[in-house]
């Protein structure tokens, strides 16, 4: 079994910061991408970020030269800093990994999410 486990969200005024963590666990023989999504009120879920293990980033529009991807490959986390934050940038956020377990099986996981508020 794998588990993905977030931390770092809260209430935040515009124009302010937060770092959300995602670290992961279990029975983990490899990860390949981690990636922060997420899905604001009747809203679909969104692709914020992603990182392959090798250090490749990729950035939603919305969020592109506000946020930062960054991990850790020994700690098995993985980080978002956000920066120059929006109200619009409100939602539940998501981590997500592509990993291999130690029985050789591909698994996606998810975790539970934390929820980000921006006041405006």
């Known amino acids: 079994q794998v588990q993905l486990v977030e931390s770092g969200g809260g209430l935040v005024q515009t124009g302010g910061s937060l770092r959300l963590s995602c670290v992961a666990s279990?029975?983990?023989?490899?990860?390949?991408?981690m990636r922060w999504y997420r899905q604001a009120p009747g809203n679909q879920r969104e692709l914020v970020a992603g990182?392959?293990?090798?250090?490749?980033?990729t950035y939603g529009a919305s969020v592109k030269g506000r946020f930062t991807i960054s991990r850790d490959n020994a700690k098995k986390t993985v980080y978002l800093q956000m920066n120059s934050l929006k109200p619009e940038d409100t939602a539940v956020y998501y981590c997500?990994?592509?990993?291999?377990?130690?029985?050789?099986?591909?698994?996606?996981?998810w975790g539970q999410g934390t929820l980000v508020t921006v006041s405006s």
């Open positions: 990182c392959t293990s090798g250090g490749t980033t």
């Open positions: 279990g029975n983990i023989k490899g990860i390949n991408t």
């Open positions: 997500n990994a592509d990993t291999l377990t130690t029985q050789l099986r591909y698994l996606e996981v």
